[in-house]
């Protein structure tokens, strides 16, 4: 008898590939780690806008490379504007309240 309240209380996702009980929320690091994650790919996009260029072995094939595929910043800063905007999406929805499926 006890078997089966615990059953009810556990949700399966991908084929009984991950299992939750029923009411638990997002672990609070993890909510945290998506904007230390998101922060790190924006930031890195921004340091390497222009590629490696500053590497003593390869920056001077990359600037060749920047100078033969017309190195575009505004498409580049679109893509960043783009992760931005992903990523406040996936905090927003991160830290919002909880609620079980089918419950509003």
């Known amino acids: 008898m006890a078997e089966t309240k615990v059953a009810n209380d556990v949700k399966e996702y991908a084929d009984g590939w991950i299992n939750e009980r029923k009411g638990t929320d997002v672990p609070t690091f993890l909510k945290f780690a998506y904007i230390v994650i998101a922060a790190g790919v924006i930031g890195y996009l921004f340091l390497y806008i222009n590629g490696d260029v500053s590497n003593s072995g390869r920056g001077e094939l990359v600037r060749q490379f ?31 309240k909880f609620h079980e499926d089918g419950e509003k």
Do not use: E, G, K
């Open 66 to 96: 920047d100078q033969a595929t017309q190195y575009s910043p505004a498409f580049m800063y679109l893509v960043i504007a783009m992760v931005a905007i992903f990523a406040i999406i996936v905090v927003a929805f991160a830290f919002r």
